[in-house]
């Protein structure tokens, strides 16, 4: 693999009221947004826009209206000097059976224009990076479904892409499987500096690799920001375990807005939405002569987040 890189100067995609037609359905529609390198999580439910924007992004089908840049370049249907830094991972498995895993890699650097020799070279490389030398020399058509997805990303990664797709890349792997892609797919954009889009249904994948996401809904972009900030803004909760008359705390949360968000025996969860703080839940138990025994603050999540980004509370 090549040594990594600085962080890129310039935000990897950008994107000015890009809108996708297929005949008269719109796929994407006024989508507007400045991408920064790094892990990207590209999120959004079935018929999102997702695999529409990939495709855009890739110059595989044409803007309807408006513009994108990718690393700077514009995006053009014959912009083969633009797909040439650019790396794509698909969902479905489309290797030759009759290919071992060398020549599946190979012959992907082969299509990039790569000469002979450098394609032969750069595909031991990224099949080492895979954890596929000791399968290589195998056919495609003997791999499980983790080792089809390791060759995926090897042939993604055989020219040195600048700016690497994944779609769906954990996709049918058991957990040990799962963990060691998002360990490959972490490596390639903390120490490789390759800036790597992920697009996943699994949003634990995209927590665990992505600083960034863009999130799509019925062609539009709902919202595109760094995962801290979309944390951040999201209503934050704690869960307190009491001794003493729970009906009497429940009465003083109501006088002080605080929300009880869930309630097992005498251990509740409570919003702390619109800047409520801790100190309010202690108020209140004070209040109705309860004892806490125990108060944590509750991590927000990225499915949290996703949930009032989406509308869903």
Sequence with gaps: MSAPAAGPAAPVIELDGVEVRYGKQVALSGVTAVVPG?????????GAGKSSLIKALLGLVPLAAGRARVLGRPVSRRSGVLRRRIGYMSERDAAFPHFTGFQATWYAGRLCGMPDADARRRAHEVLLFAGMEEARYRLVSTYSTGMRQRIKLAQALVHDPDLLFLDEPTNGLDPKGRTEMLGLIATLARDKGISVVLSSHLLRDVEEVCSSVVVMRQGRLV???SVAELQAATAHACRVTLAGPVDSF???????GLQILAEKDHELQLSLAGGLQPAQVLAAAVESGVVVRRLVPLRVTLEDALIDVMGGR
């Design 38 to 46: 790094g892990a990207i999580g590209l999120l959004g439910p079935n």
């Design 250 to 256: 429940r009465k003083a949360c109501d006088r002080r």
């Design 223 to 225: 919202r595109a920001a």
